[in-house]
C-alpha cells in the first residue's frame, strides 16, 4: 500500500513538473516572437496613465506679454507593440502651416507602448496681441506607417493670451438680482460690471470716461451702490466710470435701477455698457469694448430681463365676490357647527320629552 502511494506520489510530481517545464517554453517561444503590429503615435490626455507609470502632460503658459516666452510641454506615446523610426514633431499655434510653425523636434525612435516628452520655447515677439490655440502634430512628414493616421494632430488643452504692451480692455455686465432674470413692475434690480485690463501697460484716466452706461427705457432712478476703484456717478439717466486701470487690473461696478411700475407683462428691458480705453498708449481714449452677459454663450451681447406682472384678482364692477378656497373652508366649518348644534339640541328635546311621560 504504501509503495503504491510513493509512486503515485512520484508520478504527481513528475506531471507537475512536466506542466511547468511546458510552460516556461511557451512563455519563451511567445517572448521571441516579434510584435507584428504597427506602430500607433497619438497625444494622450493630460494625467493619462502611460507605460512605468507615467502621466501624459499637455501645457503650456497660460498667457505673457508680447515679446515673452511661452513654455510648452507635449507628450507623444507610441500606443502598441509596433516599434516606431525616426519622425518629426511640430508645434504650432492657430493653424498649420509654415507660417505658424513654432518648432520641430526629432524623435529617433519610439519603442512599441513608450512615450516621449517634449519642450518648445516660444518666442512671441512677432505674434499679434490676442488669444491663440496651440497645435501639436506628430510624423508631420508621414514617414512612419501606422496602424492609424487619423490621430497624429492634437489641440493643448490651454489656450495662450498674448497681451500688448497697451491696455486691452474687456467688459462684462451682470444680472445679479433677480437671479432667475424675471422683475415685477416698480421692482428693483441690482447689475454687477466687471471692467479688466489684460494689456501689459496701464490704462491711465485720461480725458473723458472710462466706462458709460446709459440706462434704458424700462428702468428708472439708476443709482451706484459701490465701485471697487475710481469714481462711479450717476449723469442724467446714465451711469459713468472714471479712474485707472493697472496692467492685469480690474474694477468692479455695482448698479441698482428700479423696473418701470407702467411696464406690460412680458416686456423685454436689455442694456449695455461701453468700456472706453486708450489701445495705443498715447494718452488719450480711442479705442471701445461693449458688456458681455457673461450667462451667455454669445461674446459682446447685451444684458436683458423680463418683465413679470404678478397675478391679482380684480372683482367686476356690480357683483359679488366670488369666496376664496379659505373663505369656503370657514363657511364649510360654521355650517358644520351649526348643523351639529341643531343635532344636539333635537336629541335633548327629545329626551325631555320623553322623561315627562315616564317619571318613573
Not at 503590429?37 to 496613465?49: A, I, N, R
Not at 501624459?56 to 503658459?61: K, L, N, P, S, Y
Not at 492657430?94 to 519642450?119: A, M
Not at 441690482?190 to 466706462?211: K, L, P, S, V, Y
Request: proline residues 6%.
Amino acid at each position: 500500500m504504501m509503495e503504491r502511494v510513493r509512486k503515485e506520489g512520484r508520478g504527481s510530481l513528475a506531471a507537475g513538473w512536466a506542466i511547468l517545464l511546458a510552460l516556461a517554453l511557451g512563455l519563451a517561444a511567445h517572448a521571441e516572437d516579434p510584435c507584428t503590429k504597427l506602430p500607433d503615435l497619438w497625444f494622450p490626455s493630460p494625467g493619462t496613465l502611460l507605460a512605468r507609470n507615467g502621466i501624459a502632460v499637455q501645457e503650456a503658459t497660460a498667457g505673457v506679454c508680447q515679446g515673452g516666452r511661452v513654455e510648452v510641454t507635449i507628450t507623444v506615446d507610441n500606443m502598441t507593440c509596433g516599434d516606431a523610426g525616426p519622425f518629426d514633431v511640430s508645434l504650432f499655434y492657430d493653424s498649420y502651416d509654415s507660417g505658424h510653425r513654432i518648432g520641430t523636434k526629432r524623435v529617433d525612435s519610439l519603442l512599441g507602448c513608450e512615450y516621449v516628452k517634449l519642450t518648445f520655447s516660444w518666442d512671441t515677439s512677432s505674434v499679434a496681441p490676442g488669444t491663440h490655440d496651440l497645435l501639436a502634430w506628430a510624423d508631420v512628414e508621414n514617414k512612419v506607417k501606422e496602424l492609424s493616421e487619423t490621430n497624429n494632430q492634437y489641440t493643448l488643452p490651454t489656450d495662450v493670451l498674448v497681451s500688448p504692451f497697451s491696455p486691452l480692455i474687456e467688459a462684462t455686465k451682470a444680472l445679479r438680482e433677480p437671479g432667475d432674470g424675471w422683475a415685477a413692475p416698480g421692482e428693483k434690480v441690482t447689475f454687477e460690471i466687471r471692467i479688466w485690463n489684460d494689456g501689459c501697460a496701464d490704462q491711465r484716466d485720461n480725458a473723458g470716461n472710462e466706462f458709460s452706461d446709459a440706462i434704458p427705457a424700462g428702468l428708472q432712478n439708476p443709482q451706484v451702490v459701490s465701485a471697487t476703484s475710481g469714481r462711479a456717478s450717476v449723469e442724467g439717466d446714465s451711469v459713468v466710470w472714471n479712474g485707472s486701470l493697472p496692467a492685469h487690473g480690474s474694477v468692479t461696478i455695482v448698479l441698482e435701477a428700479t423696473v418701470d411700475p407702467g411696464a406690460t407683462d412680458g416686456t423685454e428691458i436689455c442694456n449695455q455698457g461701453v468700456a472706453h480705453y486708450d489701445a495705443d498708449a498715447n494718452g488719450s481714449n480711442d479705442s471701445e469694448e461693449p458688456t458681455d452677459d457673461p450667462s451667455t454663450a454669445a461674446d459682446d451681447d447685451p444684458t436683458c430681463l423680463h418683465v413679470r406682472v404678478p397675478l391679482t384678482y380684480t372683482p367686476i364692477a356690480g357683483t359679488i365676490d366670488a369666496p376664496t378656497m379659505t373663505e369656503w373652508g370657514a363657511i364649510a366649518f360654521g355650517s358644520l357647527l351649526s348643523v351639529a348644534f341643531l343635532v344636539m339640541l333635537v336629541r335633548r328635546r327629545r329626551l325631555m320629552a320623553a322623561a315627562r311621560k315616564d317619571p318613573a
